[in-house]
């Protein structure tokens, strides 16, 4: 079993920034992807950002140029940077691994998931 933990979310104005981490422990994979997904009110849950084991990123084309995804593959955690935030932004910000090296947008695919951090984002 992996156990994620999120952290880092809260209440910021539009225009601030914020930085999410997720630790991961237990029994993680060898080499493994992390994502960060997020779910608004309403909505489904939607992709964000993805990283491989080896640094190659994704992200969804409204995060592009705000957000940053990062990893420290020695202390098993990766991490948001967001900037710029708008109101729409405002979810729960969801991080997941899955096994391997290969990035992946599809929520389905990912074997562990975080119980989600907070993030709202007010005009």
């Known amino acids: 079993q992996v156990q994620l933990v999120e952290s880092g979310g809260g209440l910021v104005q539009a225009g601030g920034s914020l930085r999410l981490s997720c630790a991961a422990s237990?029994?993680?994979?060898?080499?493994?992807?992390m994502g960060w997904f997020r779910q608004a009110p309403g909505k489904e849950r939607e992709f964000v950002a993805a990283?491989?084991?080896?640094?190659?990123?994704d992200y969804a084309d409204s995060m592009k140029g705000r957000f940053t995804i990062s990893r420290d593959n020695a202390e098993s955690t990766v991490f948001l940077q967001m900037n710029t935030l708008k109101p729409e932004d405002t979810a729960v910000y969801y991080c997941?691994?899955?096994?391997?090296?290969?990035?992946?947008?599809?929520?389905?695919?990912?074997?562990?998931w975080g119980q989600g951090t907070q993030v709202t984002v007010s005009s």
């Open positions: 997941a691994v899955r096994r391997g090296d290969i990035l992946e947008r599809r929520d389905r695919l990912y074997d562990y």
């Open positions: 237990g029994r993680t994979f060898i080499v493994y992807a």
């Open positions: 990283i491989s084991w080896s640094g190659t990123t």
